[in-house]
């Protein structure tokens, strides 16, 4: 079975510099997805960006890219330009294809933003 | 359009009652999936369903679970007997498609469900 760990329960950054978050992942798959979501107080559950492991270039979707190293089963979040907004729960998840699979998701990093 | 919606956003149950969960999915959406969230943690995974057909029950942890999706579209999760262990986050996830590898799941707000 996969496995996803975040070991940052919590961070912090400082109002527009950067941050990465943590994530390691244990497949024996060479296909999978690999994605970033956000949840805030609200509890929707928000798709930050997301990942083909077959694809060798990082996603990038404006402030938020990515560090994938399959080799390592490491896939780390850097957010650029941290605003107040991105306060909130970041889990990293895993899913095997086809697309009607469960996500597997990592216990989350919780984010702060200090003014 | 609408977002996938959840009902009610709370509940609060006394230890024994029985409660359903309703999730409306994106109009079209052939995949729906529940999770559990308890807190502090990453939701876990309890089954999922292919237009009507449950094709996967896995992740529910007991008997006293059970979901349903009679039309296809809007799907409900009932919890028997609750226990305190059940207290959670129950979300609900909707994506369009059955083999593409490249379909998002979309996420509902969640019930917060408490049981005393």
């Known amino acids: 079975a996969q496995t996803v760990t975040q070991s940052q329960p919590e961070m912090s950054v400082q109002e527009a510099e950067t941050v990465t978050l943590s994530c390691t992942y244990d497949?024996?798959?060479?296909?999978?997805?690999l994605f970033w979501y956000k949840q805030p107080p609200s509890r929707q559950m928000i798709l930050v960006i997301r990942?083909?492991?077959?694809?060798?270039q990082n996603a990038t979707e404006n402030r938020f890219s990515v560090n994938f190293q399959k080799a390592a089963k490491s896939f780390s979040l850097k957010i650029s330009d941290s605003q107040l907004g991105d306060a909130a729960m970041y889990f990293c998840?895993?899913?095997?294809?086809?697309?009607?699979?469960?996500?597997?998701f990592g216990k989350g990093t919780r984010l702060s933003v200090i003014a | 359009g609408a977002g996938v919606s959840q009902s009610p956003r709370y509940k609060v149950a006394k230890r024994g009652q029985d409660v359903a969960l309703r999730c409306d999915p994106i109009?079209?959406?052939?995949?729906l999936f529940w999770y559990q969230q308890a807190l502090g943690q990453g939701p876990e995974f309890l089954t999922y369903f292919q237009n009507e057909a449950q094709l996967d029950k896995s992740g529910l942890p007991s008997d006293r679970f059970f979901a349903e999706r009679p039309e296809g579209s809007v799907s409900t999760l009932k919890i028997q007997r609750t226990q305190q262990e059940d207290s959670a986050v129950y979300l609900c996830a909707s994506s369009s498609g059955v083999s593409s590898s490249t379909d998002t799941q979309y996420f509902g707000p969640g019930t917060r469900l408490t049981v005393l």
């Open positions: 998840a895993y899913r095997s294809p086809p697309g009607n699979t469960p996500l597997v």
């Open positions: 990942q083909e492991a077959y694809k060798q």
């Open positions: 109009s079209g959406h052939v995949s």
């Open positions: 497949t024996s798959e060479s296909d999978y997805y």
